[in-house]
């Protein structure tokens, strides 16, 4: 399986949900691009075991033994931890380094590193769970995926780049193919959108809160916002910049009658200089030159002009960057509140069963005193 060249086990993260649990980031190397994949223990203990069934025997490396004892545990965690980082690593090499290669070419490893079953690991368009039908999500995975396709919308994001500047070069045949790219990767996060809603649905029905879900809800509607974006981004012709368009920039946009009457007036009027002569390039009344624009002729002005317009098409485009970010903050801040008068209202919720509680209580003691 040459599309993987490395894995490497890098840290871990304690969860809650469902229950308290450990996950280990696995980041996973292939010949032009690298992702991360969160596993829990158990979920290797699974892989291990369908890995025996399909390939007839144990992988080569054993799995790091469990820790049943939880005294132990409690007091030397960090240490366990870290030596079955060292034992899951091994046991994932031991696998692809093999020369027999019926453990890593099974289904369930493939998608337990979720390796793209696309032929090019340099495309960001492979479905990890395209091979196995609909994917069936944990609350883990499910935010896995929705980072891996973060990861996606910044891919196309750069492919719309890479089209504008090819465009801009004059390479019409390169930037028509990244053109092309991102649309199917377009495609593709659309489905997988599809899919992580399906996915959330599914886990609202098993138990999770609505709090949660709400949550989640809002991170797939920001998707879905960034997927509209980019579709308008997509099949933009970028005619100011001659991006797909054909033609002359004065065939593409032709300026109205009222234009051409406002700049013309009643005629050509020569503009007066500082040196006593006369300048006939500019139209209707007159204009005082600068010391920029005087030592240039008609193809300098235009020249000046494109470079203006460029310049703050470039301040535009950082002020929108700017305002995106200030957007997402803005969100994010606004889901944080959420989150805390969530709490708020459980911690309301229980304040009242313990004042029922104690006024239960105190009934009681009035009675035997």
């Excluded at 301040?315 to 509140?337: D, Y």
Aim: charged share 25%; with cysteine.
């Amino acid at each position: 399986m040459a599309t993987v060249q490395a894995v490497f086990i890098k840290g871990h993260e304690n969860r809650t949900d469902p229950k308290p649990h450990t996950v280990y980031r696995i980041e996973v190397q292939g010949p032009v691009r690298s992702w991360q994949v969160w596993r829990r223990y158990s979920e290797f203990d699974d892989l291990d075991t369908e890995l025996g069934k399909t390939a007839g025997s144990r992988p080569p490396a054993a799995l790091p033994p469990k820790h049943t004892f939880s005294f132990r545990r409690k007091f030397n965690e960090d240490a366990i931890i870290k030596e079955r980082e060292e034992g899951l690593e091994t046991y994932l090499r031991a696998i692809l380094s093999n020369k027999d290669a019926r453990w890593r070419e099974c289904v369930a490893f493939k998608a337990f590193l979720t390796i793209p079953t696309t032929s090019s690991m340099g495309t960001a368009t492979s479905d990890p769970s395209s091979s196995a039908g609909p994917q069936q999500f944990t609350s883990s995975s499910w935010l896995d995926e929705h980072t891996a396709l973060q990861s996606l919308v910044r891919d196309i994001k750069a492919d719309i780049n890479k089209r504008n500047a090819l465009s801009d070069a004059g390479e019409v045949t390169q930037s028509h193919q990244t053109n092309v790219q991102a649309k199917k990767k377009l495609a593709n996060l659309l489905t997988r959108i599809g899919g992580l809603a399906k996915g959330l649905d599914d886990m609202q029905k098993t138990g999770m809160s609505d709090g949660e879900v709400q949550r989640r809800g809002d991170m797939i509607a920001r998707l879905q916002d960034e997927c509209e974006k980019l579709g308008k981004m997509v099949i933009a012709s970028r005619q100011s910049r001659g991006g797909f368009s054909s033609g002359s920039a004065a065939d593409r946009n032709p300026a109205s009658a009222a234009d051409r009457a406002a700049l013309l007036g009643s005629g050509a009027t020569a503009a007066k200089v500082s040196n006593g002569g006369t300048i006939t390039r500019k139209f209707g009344a007159a204009a005082l030159e600068t010391d920029q624009t005087r030592p240039l002729d008609d193809a300098g002005l235009v020249q000046l002009q494109q470079t203006e317009m460029e310049t703050q098409d470039t301040q535009l485009s950082q002020l929108s960057a700017i305002l995106q970010r200030q957007k997402q903050i803005g969100l994010a801040i606004g889901s944080e509140i959420q989150e805390q008068n969530e709490m708020l209202d459980r911690l309301s919720d229980d304040v009242d069963r313990v004042g029922g509680k104690l006024a239960g209580a105190k009934k009681q003691l009035n009675r035997l005193g």
